[in-house]
């Protein structure tokens, strides 16, 4: 029941800072410089009172403080987050799959970081001070310092090298439209690799550390002395005691990543040409379809609080000590 | 060897040397060889940024058209098995028949020795001093260390000074939002009440994008008729508006903590002014934090303009940067053809690898408690 309570207060509580957030976005994408209409003053055969006229058409002759209400009001009542001006659509037709795909994209980002960083991680503490310690070390630095776009050019370019061909994109372009079946599904995993690896990389750096240092901690603990004092084997102990102990504060860290892990996606995404939310904020921002950029500022803001939000909640859940206040 | 002279300063009981906070600190920090490394890698990478012009063997805006898409020259010290001063290869080109694509071919016939302190494009060092000396270079010919880019410029020369935009706007950009940090979180935690309220809904509306999505979209304010260094100066704001809020944060927390303490109280009560307090009194006191705090936070500058650059909202032409060079790259064509367009990259994580290091070696000498 409290876990309820506590969670329907953390949702009430985000209202009113998407709010701001949606003031923010609005007023950023109102600071560039020109609009949308801007290009066709340049073309010949549209007239002065052709862009007048389609100005009027999509709202933006009208004062900023109205339009801004008008996006808000549409959201709030009909789930409408306006038009896009330049694919002609309503933008949340045009969202809603780019929105799945980066959710999909992250997630399997996500399950790759923990599989990979969660055991090294062990392993490192476990051989604290010897050759592997010092490899994953050394590795996880490497994996901080470089920008996820240049992973994702370095294993393209690698990929070419070796006569692959199999990048860029969600699955190879004769599955383009094709029901999903195995080989399709197959064609998937062939190219999400690159991006699940470049987004991934600087993710296993940091929970591997945290993993490491908190194992660390745990295995100082009293009840692991006692553990090993009783005479359970290294094994029972390292998994059962230090193990189950020194993943909590891993909850936390994967909240904290979350903001990395859309960026990650985000930019990878642009560079592999993969319908996530990168491509379409870089081009609405560049072509100045304001409704479009705006809305997916905000889902990206929206994306993060409930991603905070789950982890705090399985915070709580993986670690019965955690009450709420 | 160092064995023994690092463990001199923990065995002996430092006689006449008082042992103030900041000296234990550099102790503790001099004991991490890793931070050493990064702090030697730093200092080598600034004083490339400063002498690039120098260093580099041609000027970043020269197109050598004759020499586009040339891939990178090695060089020799062995010529016909006997040793030789070190020397390059010139490139021959033909086109491929079916493709006109260039193809180079060393011409091992006609070796060609790399003399150093050769004449060549003049330049200015610090906008003054003029000069046409450079490190290194060759007297017929050409010699491009890391090969060219699509215009036949010399991407070594270019990776060289790219680094006075990629290593710079870190230092800037952190001096900026540090300012603005220090500011609002010290008023924040000092005055308390609505002011603190406000202020950090600000920072929670702020905290609560991803980074890029909301630089992305700061960077697209910036005119695209503004002139390079114009662009510059607005990157560099974008990436502070950025960073501030986090540090604000904190500099709140450690500021309400530090209100209470006694010699505050003592100065408050003395009658001395909110500023001064702020300024004077507590500020000192979080100063290895301010520090610590800087150097783990400037990557994500270089990081940020390094990605902005690649998108193509940062860094203009005729300037260039590692993100910016890094552009070039972006087509799958390129990898393909060109892979070492892809070399900037290597000092994009060398530069913030060294700042890694000395970031982590700072906060644990920063950290008395744990020692």
Not at chain 1, 131 to 152: C, E, K
């Amino acid at each position: 029941m409290s876990l309820f309570i506590y969670m329907l207060r953390r949702l009430l509580l985000m209202v009113p800072t998407l709010f701001l957030v949606s003031i923010l976005c609005f007023v950023v994408i109102q600071l560039q410089p020109g609009s949308f209409t801007d290009r066709y003053l340049e073309d010949p055969r549209m007239s002065a009172e052709t862009v007048a006229r389609l100005e009027q058409q999509l709202g933006l002759d009208r004062p900023a403080y109205e339009q801004y209400g008008r996006w808000v009001w549409g959201i709030v009542t009909r789930g409408d987050f306006g038009f896009s001006f330049f694919a002609n659509r309503p933008v949340s037709s045009l969202v809603g799959e780019q929105l799945f795909w980066t959710v999909v994209i992250a997630s399997m980002t996500m399950v790759f970081t923990w599989l990979v960083a969660v055991p090294l991680g062990i392993l490192a503490a476990v051989r604290r001070r010897g050759v592997f310690d010092g490899v994953t070390s050394f590795v996880g630095y490497i994996g901080l310092a470089v920008p996820d776009f240049l992973v994702a050019l370095l294993l393209v370019a690698l990929v070419l090298a070796l006569g692959g061909r199999q990048v860029g994109g969600l699955y190879a372009p004769e599955y383009i439209g094709a029901p999903w079946d195995v080989s399709k599904f197959l064609s998937f995993l062939n190219h999400m690799w690159i991006p699940v690896l470049a987004v991934g990389t600087s993710g296993v750096a940091v929970i591997m550390r945290q993993m490491r240092a908190n194992l660390l901690d745990v295995l100082g603990a009293d009840y692991v002395r006692t553990a090993r004092a009783k005479g359970l084997r290294e094994g029972v102990v390292i998994n059962r005691h230090a193990v189950r102990n020194a993943i909590n504060p891993l909850v936390t860290i994967a909240g904290l990543s979350l903001p990395d892990l859309i960026n990650g996606t985000i930019i990878v995404s642009i560079v592999l040409n993969l319908p996530a939310i990168g491509r379409l904020l870089y081009d609405s921002l560049l072509a100045q379809d304001q409704y479009v950029a705006m809305t997916l500022l905000l889902m990206t803001s929206l994306v993060l609080m409930v991603g905070n939000l789950i982890a705090d909640v399985a915070l709580a859940w993986v670690d019965p000590r955690i009450r709420y206040d | 060897m160092t064995k023994p002279s690092s463990k001199k300063p923990s065995s002996k009981t430092v006689p006449r040397e008082r042992a103030t906070p900041l000296r234990m600190a550099w102790r503790r920090f001099r004991g991490s060889s890793l931070g050493l490394i990064g702090a030697v890698i730093l200092i080598l990478l600034y004083l490339v940024a400063l002498f690039a012009p120098f260093l580099s063997p041609y000027s970043i805006t020269v197109q050598h058209s004759r020499y586009v898409y040339q891939p990178p020259q090695q060089v020799h010290i062995f010529y016909e098995g006997s040793l030789r001063r070190p020397f390059v290869y010139p490139m021959t080109q033909e086109r491929d028949p079916v493709t006109f694509q260039r193809i180079y071919a060393p011409d091992t016939d006609n070796p060609v020795p790399i003399r150093f302190l050769v004449r060549g494009e003049p330049y200015r060092f610090f906008g003054t001093w003029e000069s046409d000396r450079h490190l290194f270079g060759v007297d017929e010919g050409f010699f491009f260390p890391l090969g060219t880019d699509r215009f036949g410029r010399d991407l070594l020369s270019r990776t060289l000074v790219g680094a006075q935009v990629s290593l710079s706007v870190g230092v800037i950009g952190i001096l900026i939002s540090f300012s603005i940090g220090i500011v609002v979180g010290g008023v924040s935690g000092y005055y308390g009440g609505v002011v603190d309220t406000l202020l950090q809904r600000l920072i929670e509306v702020m905290l609560s994008f991803p980074r890029l999505p909301i630089l992305l979209a700061l960077a697209t304010i910036i005119p695209s008729s503004w002139p390079s260094t114009w662009v510059y100066v607005g990157i560099v704001a974008v990436l502070s508006l950025i960073g501030w809020a986090s540090l604000a944060r904190v500099v709140r927390g450690q500021v309400l903590a530090a209100r209470e303490i006694d010699y505050v109280q003592a100065a408050r009560a003395m009658g001395l002014g909110n500023l001064r307090i702020i300024l004077r009194h507590i500020l000192p006191n979080l100063t290895s934090y301010l520090l610590v705090a800087a150097t783990v936070a400037l990557p994500s500058y270089i990081l940020g303009e390094s990605a902005l650059s690649f998108l193509g909202l940062g860094i203009k032409e005729p300037m260039t940067s590692w993100g910016l060079l890094l552009k070039d790259a972006q087509s799958f064509e390129a990898l393909r053809s060109y892979p070492w367009l892809l070399s900037p990259g290597l000092l994009i994580v060398v530069s913030v690898l060294a700042f890694n290091f000395v970031g982590d070696a700072l906060r644990d000498a920063a950290d008395v408690r744990s020692q």
